[in-house]
């Protein structure tokens, strides 16, 4: 269903929403203290918390502990209910659940995808079109070149960061940055000006860095879970640090066998650059210059640039297991162990004539099911008492057997009633086995139902 597919979503945002507020919090206290290139991994475990649906299920109950169970009282009865958007359950509970739910609501949040949807669509389409327009810019103005001097620059450089890719080198008067563009026919695109060799070398070392780091790939992964998550002010806030920290790692690995005066002139350039004024989409493309409140961060970390050592690798390596951790646990859901002391389970739950009871009343549930496992042993004939009805919608009353114990619906069916009015007693006859009593509701309104069976 739809409306499961967006409820992944809403909480994919929400541990993304909160992963992205722990890692922020720790930038604060060691900003300082952790290479920008770690500082840009951790941000894109974020990420893909934010996109992976990773959801690992842990037992609290302990292997060695049976499972702890209450027979029915027909005066205060207990029973299975899972309520799961997905159809099935998976947990065996002696909890006694009443349902509430506003009608409105409920229907409201069954049709919400169409919303998300909407909002999906005008803002990965807005993009892709300002992409095209950006793109089709580009390639109007391009203009290849074919300077040796600046083809033999590119090729050390390429050499340097041990690039053996084809990369096409252009300049382009529509820009105002040198960039690079292209997820296949990847190119470097240059101003129309005049460099010195170290400033042609620093721009396409940063450039190639941006290359190497696959960061063209990684703009597009960050653009489209923005727009997965479109309703989510923080996603926006993670894509900014994000494209902030992603220059300061290409400025940092550019300068790291520098020193302060080789600095001192990258830092130049990168004001020089600044000075241009043009139209530049970076959404989609790595560009040397982005905003002046990032460049001011860039030319200060740059000069007070003190080098990688392999000590300073402890803390990230650190901070990457943590957060990845943290990434992963987030999303754990806590659950009994499946089919686990299960005979235990039926022996202490059956105690005598009663089979199993089923009784609840609800306003309104998209899937809803109530179930008991039971047991029948040489004495085949029972008594079966339904009572059940709604509004509208779909509910049903089924007896599976259940072998092996399972909640898979594969199950034989072996008695099925359904309909929106049910009041009857009958008689059935059931071979020697282990069953499952189930009753189910989908989409239904003003709910209520009293099942129960009793051995003749």
């Known amino acids: 269903m739809m409306s499961d597919f967006v409820t992944t979503i809403f909480f994919l945002s929400i541990l993304g929403s909160i992963l992205s507020i722990i890692v922020l919090s720790i930038n604060l206290m060691i900003k300082n203290k952790v290479s920008k290139s770690w500082q840009y991994y951790i941000w894109l475990i974020v990420i893909l918390r934010f996109l992976i649906p990773i959801f690992p299920k842990i037992n609290y109950v302990k292997k060695d502990l049976p499972i702890q169970v209450?027979?029915?009282?027909?005066?205060?009865?207990?029973?299975?209910?899972?309520?799961?958007?997905?159809?099935?359950?998976?947990?065996?509970?002696?909890?006694?659940?009443?349902?509430?739910?506003?009608?409105?609501?409920?229907?409201?949040?069954?049709?919400?995808?169409?919303?998300?949807?909407?909002?999906?669509?005008?803002?990965?389409?807005?993009?892709?079109?300002?992409?095209?327009?950006?793109?089709?810019?580009?390639?109007?103005?391009?203009?290849?070149i074919e300077n040796q001097y600046y083809l033999s620059v590119l090729e050390d450089c390429k050499g340097d960061l041990n690039i053996k890719a084809k990369l096409n080198l252009s300049k382009n008067p529509y820009i105002s940055t040198p960039m690079l563009v292209g997820l296949f026919n990847t190119k470097v695109l240059l101003l129309y000006e005049e460099y010195s060799k170290d400033e042609l070398g620093y721009i396409y070392k940063h450039e190639l860095t941006h290359y190497k780091q696959w960061d063209l790939i990684i703009r597009w992964i960050v653009n489209f879970t923005v727009s997965i998550h479109w309703f989510n002010p923080i996603i926006y806030l993670v894509r900014n640090e994000i494209n902030k920290v992603c220059e300061l790692s290409c400025d940092e690995k550019v300068i790291k066998n520098l020193d302060k005066d080789q600095r001192k002139?990258?830092?130049?350039?990168?004001?020089?650059?600044?000075?241009?004024?043009?139209?530049?989409?970076?959404?989609?493309?790595?560009?040397?210059?982005?905003?002046?409140?990032?460049?001011?961060?860039?030319?200060?970390?740059?000069?007070?640039?003190?080098?990688?050592?392999?000590?300073?690798?402890?803390?990230?390596?650190?901070?990457?297991?943590?957060?990845?951790?943290?990434?992963?646990?987030?999303?754990?859901?806590?659950?009994?162990?499946?089919?686990?002391?299960?005979?235990?389970?039926?022996?202490?739950?059956?105690?005598?004539?009663?089979?199993?009871?089923?009784?609840?009343?609800?306003?309104?549930?998209?899937?809803?099911?109530?179930?008991?496992?039971?047991?029948?042993?040489?004495?085949?004939?029972?008594?079966?008492?339904?009572?059940?009805?709604?509004?509208?919608?779909?509910i049903a009353f089924y007896i599976y057997n259940a072998e092996p114990y399972t909640y898979s619906d594969s199950n034989k069916i072996v008695y099925k009633k359904s309909g929106n009015n049910v009041d009857e007693t009958i008689e059935i006859h059931l071979e020697d086995g282990n069953y499952r009593a189930l009753f189910k509701a989908k989409g239904a309104n003003d709910v209520e139902y009293n099942i129960f069976a009793t051995l003749l």
């Open 70 to 144: 209450i027979p029915p009282i027909t005066s205060n009865y207990k029973e299975d209910t899972i309520i799961d958007n997905n159809g099935e359950s998976n947990t065996i509970r002696d909890i006694y659940i009443i349902e509430s739910k506003n009608s409105y609501i409920e229907k409201l949040f069954d049709n919400i995808w169409i919303l998300w949807s909407i909002g999906f669509i005008v803002s990965f389409g807005l993009n892709i079109y300002f992409y095209i327009v950006f793109m089709k810019n580009i390639r109007k103005n391009n203009r290849q």
């Open 265 to 394: 002139t990258y830092g130049n350039m990168l004001l020089k650059i600044a000075e241009n004024k043009g139209n530049t989409n970076t959404t989609f493309v790595s560009t040397m210059y982005t905003d002046k409140e990032i460049l001011k961060e860039r030319l200060s970390t740059i000069m007070k640039f003190q080098g990688i050592t392999k000590k300073s690798l402890v803390v990230p390596i650190i901070l990457c297991f943590v957060i990845s951790t943290i990434a992963v646990v987030s999303g754990a859901t806590f659950v009994e162990p499946k089919n686990e002391n299960i005979d235990a389970y039926m022996d202490n739950n059956i105690k005598s004539n009663q089979l199993f009871i089923l009784k609840d009343k609800f306003s309104y549930a998209s899937i809803f099911q109530s179930n008991k496992y039971f047991e029948i042993k040489g004495n085949n004939k029972i008594e079966l008492h339904l009572k059940f009805n709604c509004n509208n919608g779909d």
